[in-house]
């Protein structure tokens, strides 16, 4: 198989958006108790350091019940994706219906930042501090969804694609003592594995296609190699045959099974309350972060 320069493949990982759903109109509410269930809602928050109103998308499950903790999944989109989109990969929301999980999806800033696995600042980006502002919008999100919702400290997951699943591993690693459990999905990633030593205990479900001309296969298996070498809990699915983007879609059963059976032994610590909040003019709920 022809492998593309790395350069070729950054380019690349943009047909992931010609494979998803396009946006559609804002459907959030102002309230929490307000917070229609069984649907993927579009809500936005006040992004101070970016002095811009940020976008994410949030699926709480029809079951939703606020008297009792659920479990989180963070999902972090592909190159030029978006958040609406991967909340709309096939399978994603059933799974998270039949487990019982909160599902919510940051923009990342924009369409390619990196979730600052590519460092917090990137000389051709714009803006320069494209990939601290990626990274800071996750870390918001998360906080404003903790907030809002009864979240189990002990059931926060994170997952992406693609540039997600780069994402996904590099946020993984920085914030160990948050998450119960990641799963990188075709992860483009382009450093030393090495780093893993620092989340050994850290169960992860890897999903990669053996075919996959964007990521190429060799990557992953590094990073699996790396996890057996660590006697990690984890669970390398590598794809016969599989391309970029449908073994996304094929393994949701997979992922949520993997991760639901998984939590942490000591929870995440609560997050600090916001000072203030508001209704957005256009409905959806805004809280002022960093």
């Not at 690693?173 to 990633?189: D, E, S």
């Not at 001309?213 to 390398?236: C, E, S, T």
Request: glycine content about 8%; some cysteine.
């Amino acid at each position: 198989m022809r492998l593309v320069s790395a350069r070729g493949r950054v380019a690349t990982l943009a047909a992931v958006a010609s494979l998803v759903l396009l946006a559609a109109p804002l459907r959030s509410a102002a309230e929490t108790a307000e917070l229609k269930t069984g649907t993927v809602l579009k809500r936005t928050y006040e992004f101070k350091q970016a002095k811009k109103e940020m976008e994410y998308c949030l699926y709480v499950p029809k079951a939703y019940d606020k008297s009792k903790a659920w479990p989180l999944m963070v999902a972090l989109h592909g190159l030029t994706s978006s958040a609406w989109q991967i909340l709309h990969y096939p399978g994603l929301t059933t799974q998270a219906e039949k487990h019982g999980f909160i599902v919510v999806a940051p923009m990342g800033y924009n369409d390619r930042g990196w979730y600052g696995s590519r460092g917090w600042t990137m000389r051709r980006s714009s803006p320069k501090n494209l990939g601290e502002l990626s990274e800071k919008d996750v870390m918001n999100v998360l906080a404003i969804t903790r907030r809002e919702l009864n979240i189990d400290n002990r059931r926060i997951y994170l997952m992406g694609h693609s540039m997600g699943g780069g994402g996904t591993w590099h946020l993984g690693i920085k914030h160990p003592a948050l998450w119960a459990g990641l799963a990188p999905i075709a992860p483009a990633i382009y450093r030393s594995p090495d780093a893993l030593a620092k989340i050994k205990a850290m169960p992860v479900i890897l999903v990669q296609g053996d075919a996959d001309r964007l990521v190429p296969v060799a990557m992953a298996r590094r990073w699996a190699a790396k996890m057996k070498q660590l006697k990690m809990d984890y669970n390398y699915i590598e794809v016969a045959g599989g391309g970029h983007v449908r073994v996304a879609f094929d393994n949701m059963a997979n992922i949520f099974d993997f991760l639901s059976r998984r939590k942490r032994k000591v929870p995440a610590k609560p997050v600090a309350p916001a000072a203030t909040s508001r209704p957005s003019a256009n409905g959806g709920q805004v809280r002022p972060a960093a």
